[in-house]
């Protein structure tokens, strides 16, 4: 501070709100007040002493003493707000206005005063007060203001463009004369509340346009207010939402159009739009619909991906991100509705929001399903019924399978007993009268009875009363062997192709596989009287839950498939019905059994696999076969040669038959081939044979007999004398002898009607197994509760 200035002036330019700096003639600050320091970015104190050109701008400060000189050497009349700019001590500059005043100091000095105000927010007002005015300007809304009393005192191009009047003809005029006579008192109240300092959100209305035309309008209304707050007018910001109204109309139009009822509800749970569909499905006109409770029209709530209501009816806020990707719920989901009579109907609802700028509403889709229920309803009922047949006629199949397999169970054991009496008498006929015509007629006799022996395995082969002896197979060498025995046999009109790959083993028994094939391929040959392609392929068929033998019954796993196709006649869907079924067949009287694919269908489904059919008329037939797949290794089986020399050589059998006309072929038989014969017409028979001292190296039984079973008499025998072999023969042994129809390896077992050939060749393999003790538990035999 300068001494000369009294303290209460020094302190009076401290609190100064402008910057007040006082400099010497040669520009020296002797006075600087707090603003001044701060203005600057100094420290108290940091100014005085310093030349007041530190504080101009790089760029001038040369010509700045010079200045200041000539306003020295002048009149020096003070100078009012100059527009200059300063420098603060980190180097940035800023606007300045200054004013200068040149007093003489005591001595003769002078003294220049400078008053400094930062320009910075002045002209930073003064940039938005014309950004705003350009804003105004350039708005496509109309903008107008008006005084209190509607006198129009400013009029944008927007409001030239909307309602047809230059700015020069409607300012200083009323603003009633765009507003049509029935909205004047509206407006009236509009301008009372702005009066109060109200504001009107948008609103929609009218108003006229300079051609007499009305526009509609959405006009939002607040306050004009002067520099010190007071309301001296209003301003009216309009928009033109005629096009708006019709694109409204057209997009009301399809939500009409549209076949569910639509609703649109807001976060409050309140209906706000609606269609045509859902005044008719509610029964409610729609001014009611529109703002009703959502919860009135569907008393279960919107689905829960729309995440909308609370059950109690109070409203929750919407979760637009529930209601699932892009905003729609994935799935339909069954509701109630609620009629306006108090009726309920099923429907089903969809969800979906539709953000519309102001907030988001959700769009529900509702369908009424009544009929549609019904329908499925009726659908449900007959597929019930329909299932329901299928099983009954899976049930008296099986019944019908059931009672055949007893049947031809029944008939094979007496019917086999009769043939090996006949074959074998025949064949002592053919042997002793050799060359002469009573041993053809015994020749063909032989023929019919081994024809005989053919159909009855057939019949035990579809029964599934076939006794098999499965072992892990490789099917592609089995098809391979026996599309080889094929090509010879099926004739050269026919095309046969066998496609092979690579498959892991199946448990089946070899000769009933060869069988299954050989059949199959005699039926396609005769589907093919002209000629044609018969294809044999194989394949692993990985089957799923979709998979349609699945569906049908058989298990999901891994399977080996083997495909039988031909180009013949084909079968129509009535045929394929009865494919399977025994003695059922289209050729002609004397060509056919009946049982070819019945067989095969008994021998797969035995083995646990199954038999599909495809065909049309004149197109073809593929029969596929499919066979489970086993862990169990494939063993190489050499067929042994056979024995040289059949002789007994008084080895001493006993024979346990029932049948007296077979047990006595039977050791006719056996004494012609020299060994020592012991016959029993049973079990208690048999065991006092058995119970006398001789020897006994072979027991020969029959399986089935009244009072004990050949298993029970092998098992008494075996105890007493540990060393016997035990050869079983039988027409019928599967429920005896077998454990699931499946003949335990070291079970030696001759079926009937057998030849003498055959039943030597038995005992022979059976006496050449190397001599051990052998007690009940290790002869093969199952135990006493099976079969």
Known sequence: MVRTLGPLTGQLVDEAPDAVIVSGEDGSIVLANRRAHEMFGYAAGDLLGLSIDALVPDDVRPRHPAQREGYLASAHPPLRRLPLRGKRQDGSEFPVEVSLAAVAAPGGDMLVTSVLRDDTAHREAAQARTLLASIVQSSHDAIVTTDLDGVVLSWNPGAELLYGYPAATMIGQPVAQIIPEDRRGDEAEVLALVRIGGRMDRYRTARLHANGSEITVSVLVS?????????????????????REHAEARVQAVLDAAPDALLGVDVTGHVVLVNAEAERLFGHPRHDLTSMAVRRLLPDGLPPAAAMLHIGGDSTPLDTEAIGDGGRAPRWATRTAERS?????????SCSALDTGDEVIVVAAVRDITERLAVEAEQRALREEAEQRRTEARLQRAERLESLGQLAGGVAHDFNNLLAVILNYASFIVEDAAGTPLAADAEQIARAARRGSDLTHQLLAFARREVIRPRPLDVSTVVTEVTEMLRRS?????????????????????????????NLAVNARDAMPGGGHLTVDTAVADLDQDHPAVLAGLDPGCYVRIRVSDTGTGMPREVIAKAFDPFFTTKPSGQGTGLGLATVYGIITQAGGTVQIYSEPGYGTTITVLLPVTDATVQEKRAAPPPADLNGNGVTVLVVEDETALREVTERILRRGGYTVLTASGGQEALRICAEPRPIDVLLTDVIMPGMLGKDIAEAVLAARPGTRVVFMSGYAQPVLTTHGTLAANVHLLEKPFTGT???QALHEQLRRPPREQSSDDSGLPSSGSG
């Open 341 to 349: 009579d108090g009726t309920t109907l099923p429907v089903e609802i």
């Open 223 to 243: 306050p004009l207010r002067d520099g010190n707050g007071t309301i001296v007018g209003t301003t009216a910001i309009a928009r033109d939402i005629s096009e």
């Open 490 to 518: 099926i004739g050269e009109h026919i095309t046969l192709t066998a496609k092979t790959a690579p498959l892991p083993p199946v448990m089946a028994d070899p000769g009933q596989l060869e069988q299954v094939l050989v």
């Open 758 to 760: 055959e039943l030597m």
